[in-house]
C-alpha cells in the first residue's frame, strides 16, 4: 500500500483520495460517450489485469480505484491483506487520464464524494457477524480488506461498515453516524451547506480531517477529507 505522501508525489490532479481508493470524475455530453470511455478504460485495465469500479451517470462517469491485496505492516512489523492504494492505482490512473484527454473529457475533481457507516460499540467481534449477515449476507465480507471487523461488501451494494471503539459511560442516544468523504477543495461548502441548513458544527479540530456536524436532534454525522494528500492539491 502507498502512504499519503507517496500518492500526493504522483501528482494526480484530476484524481481524489477518499476513504480506501482514488476517485474521479469525468463529465460526459451523452451515455454513448460515457461508454466509450467506459470501453476504452477497459482496455487500458485489461493490458495489465486491473480495473477501476466505473459507474455511468447522467452527465458523468464516475471512477474508483483500489488494489484488493494490497499489504498493510502495523507497528509490529504483521502484515494484513487490506484494500487500498497501490502503484498499479497510480498508474492506471495517469492512464485513465490520459484516455480522458484523448476522448475531449472534463474532469470535476470536487464532485467525488463517498460515504461510509460508523457504529459505536464495545464488542465489534460479536456484532459484526450479525451486520455482515444484514447488509450482505455474505459471512466473508466481515473482515475483507481490512485487519479488523469492518464489512465490506465485495461487489460495492452497501457502504463500508465500521466499527469505532464506545466508552462505557457513552450513552446509548446516537451509535450510527454517515461518514461523508469530500474532496478538499469542497469541505468548507459542504460544511456551510450543513449549517445553513440548520446543522450545527460539533467538532473540526479534535481529529485531523474530520468534521463533526449535528442536525437539530443531535444526531451526527462525519464530514472526511484525506489530509495526508492534501500537499497535491
Not at 482496455?43 to 458523468?60: F, K, L, N, S, V
Amino acid at each position: 500500500m502507498l502512504r499519503g505522501a507517496q500518492i500526493a508525489e504522483a501528482g494526480l490532479t484530476e484524481w481524489r483520495k477518499l476513504a480506501q481508493g482514488l476517485h474521479a470524475r469525468y463529465l460526459i455530453d451523452d451515455f454513448a460517450a460515457g461508454a466509450r470511455f467506459v470501453a476504452a478504460v477497459g482496455e487500458a485495465g485489461d493490458a495489465i489485469a486491473h480495473h477501476p469500479r466505473m459507474t455511468i451517470g447522467t452527465g458523468h462517469v464516475d471512477l474508483e480505484l483500489v488494489t484488493a491485496d494490497a499489504i498493510y505492516r502495523d507497528d509490529e512489523g504483521a502484515e494484513h491483506v487490506v484494500e487500498w492504494v497501490t502503484q498499479q492505482d497510480v498508474d492506471l490512473a495517469r492512464r485513465v487520464t490520459g484516455i480522458a484527454a484523448d476522448h475531449g473529457l472534463t474532469a470535476d475533481p470536487a464532485s467525488v464524494s463517498e460515504v461510509e457507516l460508523g457504529l459505536d460499540t464495545r464488542d465489534s467481534a460479536a456484532v459484526a457477524q450479525v451486520w455482515t449477515a444484514l447488509l450482505t449476507g455474505d459471512a466473508a465480507s466481515q473482515g475483507r480488506g481490512s485487519p479488523g471487523d469492518e464489512v465490506r461488501d465485495a461487489t460495492v451494494r452497501v457502504p463500508n461498515l465500521w466499527f469505532d471503539d464506545a466508552a462505557e459511560e457513552q450513552p446509548a442516544a446516537q451509535r450510527w453516524h454517515v461518514e461523508v468523504y469530500v474532496a478538499p477543495e469542497a469541505l468548507e461548502q459542504r460544511v456551510a451547506a450543513a449549517v445553513a441548513a440548520g446543522g450545527t458544527v460539533v467538532d473540526d479540530g479534535s481529529a485531523s480531517g474530520l468534521t463533526v456536524i449535528a442536525d437539530q436532534d443531535g444526531n451526527r454525522g462525519v464530514i472526511c477529507v484525506d489530509t495526508s494528500t492534501a500537499q497535491q492539491d
